[in-house]
């Protein structure tokens, strides 16, 4: 359960914390970011947010956490609901890939970047990456139960499809205008598409 924790003028709960410690990440980047810099934009002490998450460390994993868990939710939504696999698929793809201003991505090519000198953000960011493979293998696995799809390897194809959107994420958010939002759409379409012997047109 959230708790609330006490500020100067009125109260901010955790939750509060925690999105406030993304909007930092954004702006300064997870290895710039400070506990102080939080703090002082959360308007509490220093010493309130070592209370409630230990190390500086920790705060930063759990707030990529925080930010990571609001597009799994929707995962969640659309792997639980009655759409067919196909639909799933649409859904999956068009929500994983970079939109808007793409802040989430940024997080989460920053967060990799770390990953490999902080265990705890290492730990959070291989759960939570999991968690998108885990659930593109389970709807393709349905679909090919339907007749669906035509994939003999569900778990290589979801780990391909999902390769193949981080690293033209990537291009797309730190070398802007090298490839077009367009065009990423129509490469992982025709990628996946070819993994689930469909015609591209049928994941517009």
Same mark, same amino acid.
């Given at each position: 359960?959230?708790?609330?924790?006490?500020?100067?003028?009125?109260?901010?709960?955790?939750d /509060?914390?925690?999105?406030?410690?993304c909007?930092?990440i954004?702006?300064?980047?997870?290895?710039?970011t400070r506990?102080?810099? /939080?703090?002082?934009?959360?308007?509490?002490?220093?010493a309130l947010?070592?209370?409630?998450?230990?190390?500086?460390?920790?705060?930063?994993?759990?707030?990529?956490?925080?930010?990571?868990?609001?597009?799994?939710?929707?995962?969640?939504?659309?792997i639980?609901?009655?759409?067919?696999?196909l639909?799933?698929?649409?859904?999956?793809?068009?929500w994983?890939?970079?939109?808007?201003?793409?802040?989430?991505?940024s997080?989460?090519?920053?967060c990799?970047?770390?990953?490999?000198?902080?265990?705890?953000?290492?730990?959070?960011?291989?759960h939570?990456?999991?968690?998108?493979?885990?659930?593109?293998?389970?709807?393709?696995?349905?679909?090919v139960?339907?007749?669906?799809?035509?994939?003999?390897?569900?778990?290589?194809a979801a780990?391909?499809?999902i390769?193949?959107i981080?690293?033209?994420?990537?291009?797309?958010?730190?070398?802007?205008?090298v490839?077009s939002?367009?065009?990423?759409?129509?490469?992982?379409?025709?990628?996946?598409?070819?993994?689930?012997?469909?015609?591209?047109?049928?994941?517009?």
């Open positions: 359960m959230l708790t609330a924790v006490t500020r100067r003028t009125g109260t901010v709960r955790l /509060v914390l925690l999105s406030t410690a909007d930092v954004v702006e300064r980047g997870l290895a710039n506990a102080a810099d /939080v703090a002082a934009a959360a308007g509490v002490s220093q947010v070592f209370y409630h998450f230990g190390t500086k460390e920790r705060l930063l994993a759990q707030a990529f956490a925080y930010a990571a868990e609001q597009d799994l939710n929707r995962l969640d939504a659309v639980k609901s009655t759409a067919t696999p639909d799933k698929v649409r859904k999956i793809l068009r994983y890939a970079p939109t808007g201003s793409a802040k989430s991505w997080m989460w090519i920053d990799w970047a770390e990953s490999l000198r902080v265990p705890e953000l290492e730990q959070v960011s291989r939570l990456d999991l968690r998108w493979k885990d659930a593109l293998t389970e709807v393709i696995e349905a679909g139960d339907e007749g669906a799809f035509d994939c003999d390897d569900p778990v290589g780990w391909r499809t390769a193949l981080d690293g033209l994420a990537v291009q797309l958010t730190v070398h802007q205008r490839i939002r367009r065009q990423l759409g129509d490469w992982v379409r025709l990628a996946t598409a070819r993994e689930l012997g469909l015609d591209p047109a049928d994941l517009t």
